[in-house]
Antibody, heavy 120, light 110 residues
């Protein structure tokens, strides 16, 4: 049973860096070819794709966030992480980690989501 | 990359069928058969309902079906049930190798 669980601070101050970790169980990140992804949802709004990392370390980001986003992987801990720098109130959202199946590109497992509020 | 266009809301009575559209461009929906659909109940994570335009994952009811014509993909739910009331999102792969979601559609079962 594949499971994903987000963790990290629920409150971040403006201009600081948001840091979240996704812990994966039921499958080894390092032995499979999936894309490990981050997706966010602003309060009451739709879903926004942030980007993904492959266990090899290759990444791909949403161009609108690319200058502020870093996704990394720690295969020894079976975790992957998101860092979003220079946050503002506009980055307040529920952040989901998810597994994406490459070609045909769909998200088959999701974490429960974690709300991150940007406020002083 | 602009979000795919979905109707803000649709509604139907139990037992009826409804269709939710998802309109993009030749750079996303129209260019690939990589459209997926997600169901999201309030306060819950999205759940995969359809992938690769029309494929259903194991465990998803066959009342859910997907199709595509040109730049528009569609999700049809037949035999509406109260439990189908949720938000639905489409997603597509794009020529830029990014992923784009639709704005979401709120389904109300009357």
């Amino acid at each position: 049973q594949v499971q994903l669980q987000e963790s990290g601070p629920g409150l971040v101050k403006p201009s600081q860096t948001l840091s979240l970790t996704c812990t994966v169980s039921g499958v080894s990140i390092g032995s499979t070819g999936y894309f490990w992804s981050w997706i966010r949802q602003h309060p009451g709004k739709g879903l926004e794709w942030i980007g993904y990392i492959h266990y090899s370390g290759s990444t791909y980001y949403n161009p609108s966030l690319k200058s502020r986003v870093t996704i990394s992987v720690d295969t020894s801990k079976n975790q992957f992480s998101l860092k979003l720098s220079s946050v503002t109130a506009a980055d307040t959202a529920v952040y989901y980690c998810a597994r994406e199946v490459p070609s045909p590109y769909y998200f088959d497992y999701w974490g429960q989501g974690t709300l991150v509020t940007v406020s002083s | 990359q602009s979000a795919l266009t979905q109707p803000a809301s649709v509604s139907g009575s139990p037992g009826q069928s409804i269709t939710i559209s998802c309109t993009g461009t030749s750079s996303d929906v129209g260019g690939y058969n990589y459209v997926s659909w997600y169901q999201q109940h309030p306060g819950k994570a999205p759940k995969l309902m359809i992938y690769e335009v029309s494929n259903r994952p194991s465990g998803v009811s066959n009342r859910f079906s997907g199709s595509k014509s040109g730049n528009t993909a569609s999700l049809t739910i037949s035999g509406l049930q109260a439990e189908d009331e949720a938000d639905y999102y489409c997603n597509s792969y794009t020529t830029s190798s990014t992923r784009v979601f639709g704005g979401g559609t709120k389904l109300t079962v009357l």
